[in-house]
Nanobody, 124 residues
Framework: QLQFVESGGGLVQPGGSLRLSCVVS????????VGWFRQAPGKEREGVSC????????RYADSVKGRFTMSRDNAKNTVYLQMNSLKPEDTGVYYC?????????????????WGQGTQVTVSS
């Protein structure tokens, strides 16, 4: 059974840090591209970061460049998102996703498998 378990979300003050984890079971991530998306209240879901299979480096949305770092550990079937210097506009539900045919990496339609999401709230 395919399952995504996301964790690490919570309430943090502006300037703080959080580390999100996404443990995947039911298939191996080795052959999939992975991404992190977020959805703020009243807004559409947007791509935050991705690692396209076969490409060693992560890609980031302009809004998080220099603050967020994405990584993957295929041996643990786990994807991470380290978030530093958090801002109130980073607030939202964060989702991890996996896809077999991903090219750009920051578009929802490229991913077929999704986690349930974890809430991140940045507020003083």
């Amino acid at each position: 059974q395919l399952q995504f378990v996301e964790s690490g979300g919570g309430l943090v003050q502006p300037g703080g840090s959080l580390r999100l984890s996404c443990v995947v079971s039911g298939f191996t991530l080795d052959y999939y591209s992975v991404g992190w998306f977020r959805q703020a209240p009243g807004k559409e879901r947007e791509g935050v970061s991705c690692i396209v299979n076969g490409v060693n480096s992560a890609r980031y949305a302009d809004s998080v460049k220099g603050r967020f770092t994405m990584s993957r550990d295929n041996a643990k079937n786990t994807v991470y998102l380290q978030m530093n210097s958090l801002k109130p506009e980073d607030t939202g539900v964060y989702y991890c996703a996996a896809g077999a045919l991903v090219f750009g990496g920051l578009e929802e339609y490229e991913y077929g498998y999704w986690g349930q999401g974890t809430q991140v709230t940045v507020s003083s």
